[in-house]
């Protein structure tokens, strides 16, 4: 099949999907709205799933301390915001609508604005007062057939500065350009006419000449695109790739020489979307197939490799780098089970506490010469791993990472940055009363990768029940943060953020 025919087929969605029956009677009224309803009132965690009652339009936050020059700039964070609309509440907290927050921090202060990505499923689902379409987790009676990727796109996991643009992204669809000041969207981007409609995922990667490299998954045609962009924004090529056993891949990582995709036996099973069930129901966790690991050659992205690891679930790469021999090492977030997909992620939506599997780094070793694989685990709680962004494709030293989990409620309450040849960590616990998102590592101009930085990020505080924006020196998280801005509110916890320096 010609590469133009593949590329058509990956943005196809309705050949599984269209006809899918509902797989429910007919509801009365929305038991998930009525159970998180009645947990608002004695569980302060549900405070960062709860759908704000609009925009927010340009506060200034209460700052203690001075953010140092090499943090003003920007800070946008996206993540699921809108998970309730006329009176029914989504059934996964990966469904909810887009909301891109934009932290502007200046030596004298930091403002905050966020909007709802306006994506056309959020636009006719606003006008209509109520949910027209199925999401990634959740699927009732009386909701329209999904035609296409970005039918159900909401824009809701990531974002990408590129070139002066601003893109928010989602995993299963195309990326939403959004004007990096006023935040309105400016309509779904379009690579090439080839490419339109392709699934472009949430976490591409930036080389250290700022080529991006990323992909997306088109589960129903058993096949990754493989994207390389230039600095400039536009395209080199997209490559579509055969994968037996389409897996849920969430994010991917490079070398100097190398794309690596780790791919947990978590695969799509079309009959069950057939039965009815949502898309991430319509998986089947198959550990007799292992862990796949996919080596692609950057310079000939049809030269590839399979090899293959332990069976585990994962979200989240940290980095790879290859060494002199060959050798690629890789470190993830690894958990035994996707647990979290089925229990945690979706029990929150009715305001209910799921346990948690444990989430640990690990150091994978790949030796694509010799067709082997092999990985350690670190006891190093984590989730949201970051580095250097100097250092994406080459040696590093640290991952920064969220950490500390809770028993009274979901996620973490620290922020830590692990030597991940050694296990060491240096941790800042901003207590359990609240809850981290992701931090990011912040690069000290003129200093070298890997060098002096700071860690910049967001917690929710639900004692004081507002959004803090907290920023650290790398190399002493547990000293605390040197500079902190409270927001006079709460925000919805968001997932993956991008820092544009002034």
């Not at 919805?492 to 820092?499: E, S």
């Amino acid at each position: 099949m010609q590469r133009r025919n593949l590329l058509r087929l990956a943005s196809a969605y309705a050949a599984g999907a269209a006809f899918a029956p509902p797989l429910f009677a007919e509801a009365a009224a929305d038991p998930w709205m009525a159970d998180f309803l009645k947990a608002e009132a004695a569980l302060p965690w549900t405070l960062g799933y709860r759908t704000p009652a609009g925009d927010f339009g340009g506060a200034s936050a209460q700052v203690t301390g001075r953010f140092p020059a090499a943090v003003q700039g920007v800070l946008f964070r996206n993540g699921p915001a809108i998970h309730d609309m006329g009176g029914q509440r989504y059934q996964h907290w990966f469904d909810g609508d887009g909301m891109v927050q934009r932290y502007a921090i200046t030596a004298t202060g930091v403002a905050h604005s966020g909007k709802v990505v306006r994506t056309p499923k959020f636009v006719a689902e606003k006008a209509a007062g109520k949910r027209l379409l199925e999401g990634f987790g959740s699927k009732w009676p009386g909701l329209q057939q999904v035609t296409g990727p970005d039918a159900f796109n909401a824009a809701n996991t990531s974002v990408l500065s590129v070139n002066g643009e601003l893109l928010a992204l989602w995993e299963g669809g195309s990326a939403f350009a959004i004007d990096p000041v006023t935040l309105e969207t400016r309509g779904a981007k379009v690579w090439s006419q080839e490419t339109r409609g392709v699934p472009f995922s949430a976490h591409p990667r930036v080389d250290s000449d700022g080529t991006v490299w990323n992909f997306g998954v088109s589960a129903l045609s058993d096949m990754l695109v493989l994207y390389e962009i230039g600095p400039d924004a536009k395209l080199r090529r997209a490559q579509p790739v055969r994968t037996p056993h389409t897996s849920y891949v969430h994010d991917f990582a490079i070398t100097e020489r190398h794309l690596v995709f780790l791919m947990p036996p978590l695969v799509l099973e079309r009959s069950r979307m057939h039965e009815g069930h949502s898309f991430v129901d319509s998986h089947r966790w198959r550990p007799e197939l292992g862990m796949r690991v996919l080596v692609v050659d950057k310079a000939d992205l049809s030269r590839q490799q399979w090899l293959e690891l332990p069976a585990g679930f994962m979200f989240h790469l940290g980095n790879a780098w290859e060494d002199a021999q060959g050798i690629i090492r890789v470190d993830y977030v690894h958990a035994a089970t996707p647990g979290v997909l089925y229990g945690t992620d979706r029990a929150l939506m009715r305001g209910q506490m799921s346990p948690r599997p444990e989430y640990h780094i690990a150091i994978a070793r790949l030796d694509p010469a010799r067709g082997k694989a092999s990985q350690e685990l670190l006891k190093v709680q984590a989730e949201f791993p970051r580095i250097d962004p100097r250092l994406t494709g080459r040696r590093h030293c640290h991952l920064l990472h969220a950490s500390q989990s809770q028993a009274t409620h979901p996620g973490f309450s620290a922020v830590a940055r692990t030597a991940v040849e050694t296990g060491h960590t240096d941790m800042y616990s901003y207590g359990a009363d609240h809850m981290v998102e992701e931090h990011l590592f912040i690069p000290e101009p003129g200093t070298a990768p890997g060098g002096a930085g700071w860690v910049l990020g967001t917690a929710l505080d639900l004692k004081q029940r507002c959004t803090v924006l907290a920023c650290f020196r790398a190399d002493h998280l547990s000293d605390g943060p040197v500079a902190l801005a409270k927001l006079p509110y709460a925000l919805p916890l968001g997932l993956h953020a991008t820092f544009t320096q002034s």
